[in-house]
Every structure is written in C-alpha cells, then in structure tokens.
C-alpha cells in the first residue's frame, strides 16, 4: 500500500460529513448509493474498527472491506473525518491524477483494503482475509478461555450484490468453517432485482451465521448489533435503509 500523507482531521464529527462528502463534486456521484452507508460506515470506524491512519499494516489491525465499491463517497468523507485523508486530497476527488477515484483503489488510498465497484466480490475476499489470518495465527476459534482481542474482518455489500452466485459461495464456506472473526454487514434499501424468501437474514441463518437486523440510521442499534457474541459463526448485520436510497 502506498503511504499518503495525511494531515490531523478539522472536520471530524458526524455532523460534519455533509460537509465531507459536499466538498466533492462533479458527475457520477452515485449520490443514493453513497448515503446509503453513511451511517454504518461511521458507526464502524468510530466505535467498532481497531484500525487507525497510523496502523494501516499493522497484521493486528482490523480489517474493513467495502465491497459496494461504486458509490465510495461517504466512505472517503469518513475516512477523511478519522485522518485518513486530508481535506485537499478530499477536494481533488476523480480528477486527473487523484488517487481517489470513483471505486477505491487500495494501493492509492490510505485505509482502504481492496479495490472494489465490480458488485459481488467482497464477501469472498472477506472469507479469504478471515481464512488467511486464521492460517497466519493471528486468530482462533475464541472460547470461554479465550477473550484476548483478535483482529476482524467487516464487508460491507448492497442487498442488490446478493444476486450475485458468487456470494452464495461465500456465506456457505464462512457458515462451514466457523468464521466467527467475520462480520457482514448488508445494506437494505430495497434494490435487489428478486429478494428472498423469509428474508436477506434467513439466506444467512440457514448456513449457520448469527444474524440481526437493524434500522441502518440507528447508530446505537447498529453499535450493539456488532458487539453482540456469536460465538464459532459469522455474523450478519442487515442494515434497513430508505428505499432505494
């Protein structure tokens, strides 16, 4: 990953993320697919993450995955906000030459752990990231004995990504081997082409994941849903958003 500077936040609160998100302009702003994860995403990296712009490659670091890639606006505002970026990094946004761009570019955006827009491929990556520090030893299946802190992996899917067979794959290896390090977090704002019998947390539950479904706006609902045990399974969140949003 390619180190950028990035000076101390001035604009760092929820309140101020308008005004983050506001200093990019310009076309194809996928507005809707933006806000949508807003307010997950600020709940994740000022109450849950254990990640900091200092610690990027720190193999202890939590990992977070935005595999909803294509409408990353909200994400840079967040990240902005928790010193990732600067405020003139955040003003040069899909220009020539700015490293961000309308999908994140891991190697050119400080924090961001892959490269994602093309829907559908996160939650495989997230499996790989969970399998992959299991097999580094940085994690173990957790017990009663065991309570130290162990990194762990989050990715965040829109409920429509769910149409994709690939995904399928994903939640029934993470339910097979017990990946209680991983965390899902899907965004519900109704676009899925087909939904679900019984639900998007019911396609979870049936292979073994430990699911809760919130309202995606509720900071404190979606504070708890992430902290809650689930012992020797993933868990799912299923964040319900504004229609469409």
């Given at each position: 990953?390619?180190p950028?500077?990035?000076?101390p936040?001035?604009?760092?609160?929820y309140a101020?993320?308008?005004?983050?998100?506001g200093?990019?302009?310009?076309?194809?702003k996928h507005?809707?697919?933006?806000?949508?994860?807003?307010?997950?995403l600020w709940?994740?990296?000022?109450?849950?993450?254990?990640v900091?712009?200092d610690?990027?490659?720190?193999p202890?670091r939590?990992?977070?995955?935005?595999?909803?890639?294509?409408?990353?606006?909200a994400?840079?505002?967040v990240?902005?906000a928790?010193?990732?970026?600067?405020l003139?990094?955040?003003r040069?946004?899909?220009?020539?030459?700015?490293?961000?761009?309308?999908?994140?570019?891991?190697?050119?955006v400080p924090g961001?752990?892959?490269?994602?827009?093309s829907?559908g491929?996160?939650l495989?990556?997230a499996?790989?990231t969970?399998?992959?520090?299991?097999?580094q030893?940085?994690t173990?299946?957790?017990?009663?004995?065991?309570?130290?802190?162990?990194?762990?992996v989050?990715?965040?899917?829109?409920?429509?990504?769910?149409?994709?067979g690939?995904?399928l794959?994903a939640?029934?290896l993470?339910g097979?081997?017990e990946?209680?390090g991983?965390?899902?977090?899907?965004?519900?704002n109704g676009s899925?082409t087909?939904?679900?019998?019984?639900?998007i947390?019911?396609?979870?539950?049936?292979e073994g994941?430990?699911?809760?479904?919130?309202?995606g706006?509720?900071?404190?609902?979606?504070?708890?849903?992430?902290?809650?045990?689930?012992p020797?399974?993933?868990?799912?969140?299923v964040?319900?958003?504004?229609?469409?949003s």
């Amino acid at each position: 990953m390619t180190p950028q500077a990035a000076s101390p936040a001035v604009l760092s609160r929820y309140a101020d993320l308008p005004t983050l998100i506001g200093l990019m302009t310009g076309d194809e702003k996928h507005q809707g697919a933006a806000t949508s994860t807003l307010d997950v995403l600020w709940v994740l990296y000022d109450r849950i993450l254990n990640v900091s712009p200092d610690r990027v490659d720190d193999p202890q670091r939590d990992r977070f995955l935005l595999s909803k890639g294509h409408g990353p606006m909200a994400y840079y505002a967040v990240l902005a906000a928790k010193g990732f970026l600067d405020l003139g990094t955040l003003r040069r946004w899909s220009e020539f030459d700015s490293p961000l761009g309308q999908h994140p570019d891991r190697a050119l955006v400080p924090g961001v752990e892959i490269s994602s827009g093309s829907l559908g491929h996160g939650l495989g990556l997230a499996v790989g990231t969970a399998l992959g520090l299991r097999a580094q030893g940085l994690t173990t299946t957790r017990t009663a004995k065991h309570t130290a802190p162990e990194p762990r992996v989050f990715v965040l899917v829109g409920d429509a990504e769910l149409d994709e067979g690939s995904n399928l794959e994903a939640i029934q290896l993470a339910g097979r081997l017990e990946l209680g390090g991983l965390t899902t977090i899907v965004i519900d704002n109704g676009s899925a082409t087909h939904g679900w019998p019984g639900g998007i947390a019911s396609r979870f539950t049936a292979e073994g994941w430990t699911a809760h479904v919130v309202n995606g706006r509720d900071h404190d609902a979606l504070a708890h849903a992430f902290t809650q045990p689930h012992p020797r399974q993933p868990l799912v969140v299923v964040a319900e958003v504004e229609r469409n949003s």
